[in-house]
């Protein structure tokens, strides 16, 4: 697999990176623990129509002008040498590419776009204009799942055999989400983008592609439920799919709606089991806090391995994701993680899932996608 979409040209900054925020919605309270005390970067710039947030993030940045939008900002004559783009998805290619022929790199949040066409006009635009895009993935810099990949690749379970992932989203616990966030996520849902598959599920199917290749085939049953009269979630779904490599995943989403999960964020009980011939390793949560026992296992000729000590606030995810991207533009240290390609990819495998479901869970080809 590709692993960035560098133009040759591309020479780190030689002093640190002046960057603006594009959208200060509920995200970037995750996205932001990037930019804190980072030598790296200076924040020169924050975007919002909204009067409210841009004052609120404003006492974080109080040297950063505000505008209400990229085309304010892009004529402002502000210098500014990169993008923190966090959009509803329905606006992530406008405000790609205005940001991409401005001459910034952008660093997007994930879903990449609700279609492939949409997100190769982003990357067509990032090479013409020789800019960087990267479509971040906070989960490939969670350290539980690094860990579980760690030992994936060491080859310590023996061939690997297969994998499921599990993801409970509950109806109570964790922090506010704004009503104007939901009504977004809504209509992503009425366009045929679910919040569970599409949204919150591309990080599954990144880990999925990041843990194991490409994926060769895809079958899935997508269900919905209604929640309140007129708006439906995309649960109970079940996706399986099967890689190059000949490696199967099974991914189950269920809804339990009146279930407290305690979380520090969003109410999401998440797993990742990969067995191998020899034993298991297990990542046992994610964003909430449903298991609380230690976030990564291996089970292996009849003992257990318990890690305690690792660092498995999920917000931290995105503070190494963050730090990641501004070192790498600053000093151009380590590979991308992950290019646009990447996220085509990922994006392939969630539209090849809505492929099979439409058709009674036949295998699906992501690559056979126009
Ligand atoms: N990595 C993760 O785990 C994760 C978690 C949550 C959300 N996300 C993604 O982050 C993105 C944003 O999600 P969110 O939950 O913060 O959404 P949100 O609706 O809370 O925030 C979006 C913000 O963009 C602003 N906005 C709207 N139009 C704008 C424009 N033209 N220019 C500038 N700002 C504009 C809105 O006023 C709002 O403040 C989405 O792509 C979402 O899928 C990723």
């Known amino acids: 697999m590709n692993e ?3 133009p040759k040209s591309f020479t780190p900054f030689d002093r640190p990176v002046r ?20 030598d790296d970067v200076e924040v020169v710039a924050i975007v919002d129509p909204s009067d409210e947030r841009r004052a609120q993030r404003q006492r974080e940045w109080p040297d950063a002008r505000a505008f209400r939008s990229i085309d304010e900002l892009a004529a402002s004559g502000v210098q500014l040498d990169a993008a923190e783009i966090l959009l509803p998805i329905a606006l992530h290619e406008e405000g790609v590419v205005q940001c991409l022929t401005s001459g910034w790199h952008v660093n997007l949040q994930k879903p990449m776009a609700n279609d492939v066409a949409s997100a190769h006009r982003m990357l067509d635009t990032a090479r013409e204009n020789n800019r960087q895009l990267r ?4 989960y ?10 760690e ?12 994998y499921h992932l599990k993801m409970v989203a509950s109806g109570r616990g964790g922090w506010e989400v704004p009503g104007d966030t939901y009504q977004r996520q809504f209509e992503q849902a009425q366009r045929g983008r679910g919040t569970l598959l599409f949204d919150d599920g591309w990080h599954k199917l990144s880990t999925a592609v990041w843990l194991f290749g490409p994926i060769k085939e895809v079958r899935a049953w997508i269900g919905a439920t209604e929640i309140v009269p007129g708006i439906e979630v995309d649960a109970p779904t079940t996706v399986a799919w099967e890689h190059v490599n000949g490696v199967r995943g099974v991914w189950d989403i269920t809804l339990a709606v009146d279930m407290y999960l305690r979380s520090d964020y969003y109410t999401n009980d998440e797993r990742w089991e990969v067995t191998g011939r020899r034993g298991f390793a297990r990542v046992n949560r994610c964003t909430g806090r449903g298991i609380q026992q230690p976030s990564f296992e291996i089970y292996l000729d009849g003992e257990t391995r318990a890690f305690h000590a690792l660092d498995d606030d999920w917000a931290s995810s995105f503070r190494d994701s963050g730090r990641h991207w501004l070192r790498w533009l600053h000093r151009g ?6 290019g646009a390609e990447e996220a085509i990819e990922v994006l392939r495998v969630a539209l090849a899932a809505y492929g099979s479901s439409s058709r009674g869970g036949v295998g699906v080809d992501p690559r056979s996608l126009a």
């Open 151 to 162: 030992v994936v690749d060491s080859g310590t379970l023996g061939t690997i055999s297969g």
């Open 19 to 38: 960057a603006a925020f594009i959208g200060l919605g509920r995200v970037y309270d995750l996205n932001v623990r990037g930019y804190l005390d980072n």
């Open 140 to 149: 490939l810099f969670y350290e539980p799942l690094r860990r579980l990949k």
């Open 4 to 6: 960035s979409v560098t």
């Open 135 to 138: 479509v971040m993935e906070n």
């Open 333 to 338: 240290e380590g590979q991308l993680l992950w």
